[in-house]
């Protein structure tokens, strides 16, 4: 099971308190998945679901919610991984359009409202379950030992701007793109997801993926480190390559006893210890002698070859 199909199947299982709680993510269910029917003078509406556990979700808060008559059906789809998409249907009858304007989605006049209804905004419990609707509905979070990237399907541009609008009032950054035709608000970064993960409820996917996360830290901070490690030990490495070349030329033109006493200490320790540091060259000198100190040496050391090669010291 993927990570998002795991969220969905635990938030499938989280129910609000509150009645009004109750009704703002069964809002979110029906305006992400529903669909309108009409028969007459009478509506109809149809919830879709990906899933069996979402759809028994959705049939619940419509009993709770309503005494209208309702089915569930179940519906092959051979282009689907899946394979089945439930539907809970709700045939044309008398009090669908009141069950409408109770979720916030039709106005008194009969007009089919397009943002996140005005009830929901107000209350911090309603905006927490109405988002878990939103993400039972449309949404998917990539594993957390992937790339960070958490989208909600919000169809319309009006939708998905309310809708980012209302993360924001819950202090989450989010964005809005189209992607074919149809508008996404996304979430991008570990911390504003798991802050969404938290919202609306599924503390079982939020400690996933925090493990996953710091654990992903944790290799990537390890990795950092060995890969300074190695670009300071090669650069360590090459120094001690030059530092005994330029010693050894100077060796074999005018001879190390031609050199000062402070440079040929430094020079014959290079000899003798070619892989050692600057520092543990330091260390073996007496009196010890700092990095700084052991390095202006060699500098000196690397001057004195360069004439040489010039052709500034004779044997």
Do not use: W
């Not at 541009?157 to 819950?170: D, H, I, M, N, R």
Request: hydrophobic share 40%; aromatic share 4%.
């Amino acid at each position: 099971m993927s990570f998002s199909a795991a969220t969905r199947d635990e938030l499938a299982r989280v129910v609000g308190r509150r009645p009004c709680c109750l009704v703002a993510e069964l809002s979110a269910l029906v305006k992400i998945n529903g669909s309108m029917q009409i028969s007459g003078s009478k509506l109809g509406l149809t919830v879709t679901a990906g899933s069996a556990a979402v759809a028994r979700k959705v049939l619940k808060l419509v009993k709770i919610n309503s005494s209208l008559a309702t089915q569930v059906l179940v519906k092959h789809v051979k282009f689907l991984r899946r394979g089945n998409v439930y539907v809970v249907n709700i045939p044309p009858q008398s009090g669908v359009e009141e069950f409408l304007q109770l979720l916030g989605l039709m106005s008194p006049a009969g007009v089919l409202e397009g943002g996140v209804p005005a009830a929901v905004s107000r209350r911090e419990c309603c905006r927490r379950s109405y988002l878990r609707g939103v993400f039972l509905g449309g949404g998917s979070v990539s594993s957390p030992a992937g790339d960070y990237h958490l989208e909600l399907v919000a169809g319309g541009e009006e939708y998905a701007l309310s809708l980012a609008g209302l993360l924001g009032k819950c202090r989450i950054g989010a964005g809005v793109s189209r992607r074919k035709g149809r508008f996404v608000v996304y979430l991008k970064g570990s911390e504003q997801i798991g802050k969404f993960l938290n919202l609306i409820g599924a503390h079982a996917a939020l400690l996933k993926f925090e493990d996953a996360r710091v654990l992903k830290d944790v290799r990537n901070r390890v990795n950092r480190l060995v890969n300074c490690e190695t670009a300071n030990l090669n650069k360590t490495v090459d120094a001690a390559v030059r530092q005994l070349e330029n010693v050894c030329l100077i060796r074999d033109t005018i001879g190390l006893e031609k050199m000062p006493k402070p440079l040929r200490e430094a020079a014959l320790l290079r000899i003798k210890y070619p892989d050692a540091s600057l520092k543990e060259i330091g260390e073996m000198m007496k009196p010890r002698l700092g990095k700084s100190g052991v390095s202006h040496r060699f500098r000196k050391i690397e001057e004195m070859a360069a004439k040489i090669k010039d052709g500034g010291f004779k044997k």
